[in-house]
């Protein structure tokens, strides 16, 4: 973490408890990165502390205790975790999260000050309403790939599977230790001379929602994952807000957000800062909302890839708005595999700032990792997409406006208003790209776009867009 941001998000934290915490008083430290056992006098034997209703000495309240009741707080101390940062915790937080799950907003606090470290496990729910799993201090899987236990999966670290209304949050940092797993030969160009060695390549997701609903993820900093940051799959109900995710620019595949067959996301008050996807949106998601996220560096904020291994995807209504995007790869993509089929439709870009980012605006029909990938009939139906007020700088070492679509499958109602892109520095490269594009421009573009068609194409086979 850079130091202004390490100021930002202690300002954050400042204001949180100012203005957003009226009766709450453990949330008063902010955490120092992997100091050693707090010495206290906390009894570690009563398992289960419940604060009186207003004390104010009571221990930490989660930040949003559901009006029910009070929280009941298992703090991971009480059930054998050391916090040291190198002794394996894991069992320790299987007991608190067995004993937080089943009652009425139980709340499993990973206590401040102290570092935790536990293998890739799985929190299987269901729960009772109201759980809250609370990251006040730092939460780690062993460091990198060579301390990693055989018999763990080299997928996934922390898991949370069949929860339906989950609240994930705390003013600590869940620590990925990536870097051991960001340098294994096999990722790209990281083995000798450059070189990529053949896999397989696994790397673990830090955070792992499936086939969860109605689920909270706030406040918390991520970084350095070994992978994704925080991935969601088959969930409906995703609320997001005010996370800080970051890995170095060149971490390979830590995608700081993704989704994928997750249907009602809103993603909020976000910084991401990552070597790949800042967000990445897969197939089988709609009613996506985002706002105010400030990604890069990154590689924008991606729907896609789709349609791989002439697959079926549906992504529908997807909604960026408020949103800045600086020193990235891309800005707002849409990528699709030849040979797809499905849709990608009702995608909304509205008020997104770039600096310095290359394809600022772009849909890829033709994604492929190698050059050798076949043009295919079938794709994904790429249709209804507007851009309106997209303005910033762009990296001169690509067009800033690139439509690459299906030559079988052309994209359709594309709707531009208000977009003006110079370039960061250098020549202003003024060739927007189209290919097999339809649309119209509401106000003029800088740089002038000619190259999208009018009306619809003759071709459309409707037939194309499988029951999305
Ligand atoms: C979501 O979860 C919260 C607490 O876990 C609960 O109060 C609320 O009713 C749930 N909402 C839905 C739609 O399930
Ligand atoms: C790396 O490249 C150098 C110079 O081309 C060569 O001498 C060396 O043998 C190469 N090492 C490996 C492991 O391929
Ligand atoms: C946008 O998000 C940032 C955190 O990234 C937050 O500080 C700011 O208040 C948010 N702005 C609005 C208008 O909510
Ligand atoms: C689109 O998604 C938003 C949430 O982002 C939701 O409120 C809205 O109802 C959805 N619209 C349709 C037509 O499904
Ligand atoms: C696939 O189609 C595109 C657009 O027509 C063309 O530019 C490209 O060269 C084709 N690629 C191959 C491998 O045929
Ligand atoms: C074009 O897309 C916009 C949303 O971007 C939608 O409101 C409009 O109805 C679409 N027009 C047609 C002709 O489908």
Not at 254 to 273: A, F, Q, R
Not at 280 to 305: E, K, L, R, W, Y
Request: hydrophobic share 30%; charged share 15%; net charge negative.
């Amino acid at each position: 973490m850079g130091v202004l941001r390490r100021l930002f998000a202690a300002w954050v934290v400042v204001a949180i408890v100012f203005v957003g915490a009226p009766s709450s008083h453990g949330r008063t430290h902010y955490h120092k990165k992997k100091t050693s056992h707090r010495d206290d006098d906390e009894s570690p034997s009563n398992s289960i502390s419940m604060p009186p209703a207003d004390s104010p000495a009571g221990p930490t309240v989660p930040s949003d205790p559901y009006p029910s009741g009070p929280p009941f707080i298992f703090d991971v101390r009480s059930y054998g975790a050391a916090g040291d940062g190198s002794t394996d915790d894991t069992a320790a937080f299987q007991a608190a999260w067995k004993a937080a799950c089943v009652v009425e907003n139980g709340v499993l606090l990973v206590p401040p000050d102290s570092s935790f470290m536990i293998r890739s496990t799985i929190f299987s729910g269901p729960c009772q309403p109201g759980f809250v799993f609370q990251v006040d201090g730092v939460l780690m899987p062993p460091d990198g790939p060579d301390c990693w236990p055989e018999s763990d999966s080299k997928r996934q670290w922390l898991v949370f599977y069949r929860i339906d209304g989950i609240t994930l949050t705390g003013q600590g940092t869940i620590e990925g230790n990536g870097e051991g797993w960001w340098n294994l030969p096999c990722k790209p160009h990281r083995g000798p001379n450059g070189s990529t060695l053949p896999g397989p390549c696994d790397s673990p997701a830090l955070i792992r929602f499936f086939l969860s609903s109605n689920i909270t993820v706030r406040n918390l900093c991520i970084e350095n994952s070994p992978q994704f940051h925080i991935k969601f799959d088959g969930c409906e109900g995703v609320h997001i807000e005010g996370l800080s995710i970051s890995s170095p620019a060149l971490s390979p595949n830590t995608d700081g957000i993704h989704i994928e067959n997750t249907k009602s996301v809103g993603i909020y008050n976000s910084l991401i800062s990552n070597g790949d996807d800042c967000i990445s949106i897969g197939p089988g998601c709609s009613g996506v909302d985002i706002q105010n996220v400030t990604c890069g560096p990154s590689h924008g904020i991606s729907i896609g890839s789709l349609g791989v291994h002439n697959s079926q995807a549906c992504v529908s209504n997807v909604t960026v708005r408020n949103s800045v995007i600086r020193n990235s790869d891309n800005g707002v993509r849409i990528k699709t595999w030849q040979g797809g089929m499905g849709s990608v439709s009702g995608i909304t870009f509205d008020t997104v700032f770039m600096e310095n980012v290359r394809n600022c605006i772009i849909i890829d029909q033709y994604y492929c990792f190698t050059k050798g990938c076949r043009n295919q009939t079938s794709a994904v139906y790429v249709t209804d997409v507007s851009y309106t007020n997209i303005k910033g700088t762009y990296d001169v070492r690509s067009p800033p406006i690139h439509f690459a679509c299906s030559d079988t499958v052309p994209c359709t109602n594309i709707t531009m208003s208000e977009v003006e892109l110079l370039p960061f520095r250098g020549e202003l490269v003024d060739d927007p790209f189209c290919w097999n594009a339809y649309g119209a421009l509401q106000t003029l573009t800088i740089p002038p776009i000619t190259c999208l068609q009018d009306g619809e194409p003759q071709t459309l086979q409707e037939s194309l867009v499988y029951g999305c």
